[in-house]
Nanobody
Framework: QVELFESGGGLVQPGSSLRLSCVDS????????KGWFRQSPGHEREFVAA????????RYTAPVQGRFTISRDNYAHTVYLQMHSLNTEDTGVYYC????????????????WGQGTQVTVSS
């Protein structure tokens, strides 16, 4: 069983930065694309970013492009989401996910989900 565990969330002010981490403790989907989703109360879970298994290809949702960077360290079985210039619209529970390709992640065809980490951006 693949187990994805997120960390790094917290409460920050607008304009701040935060880095999320996701560890694949199962080590069974190292060849899979990894990505991030987020969800706010009353909203659907939304795609945020994805990265291919080799780290070459990345995808972002338009609101975060230029502010967020997804990366991965396959030796550490870890995916990161570096977030800059955070605003209140970035608030939500951020979930790590895995799928065979970034396109499948963007299409919500997710193989495995993490449990989520809360990110709150508030003055």
């Amino acid at each position: 069983q693949v187990e994805l565990f997120e960390s790094g969330g917290g409460l920050v002010q607008p304009g701040s930065s935060l880095r999320l981490s996701c560890v694949d403790s199962g080590r069974t989907l190292s060849g899979f694309a990894k990505g991030w989703f987020r969800q706010s109360p009353g909203h659907e879970r939304e795609f945020v970013a994805a990265i291919s298994s080799n780290g070459i290809t990345t995808r972002y949702t338009a609101p975060v492009q230029g502010r967020f960077t997804i990366s991965r360290d396959n030796y550490a079985h870890t995916v990161y989401l570096q977030m800059h210039s955070l605003n209140t619209e970035d608030t939500g529970v951020y979930y790590c996910a895995a799928a065979p390709t970034p396109a499948l992640l963007a299409a919500r065809q997710v193989t495995s989900w993490g449990q989520g980490t809360q990110v709150t951006v508030s003055s």
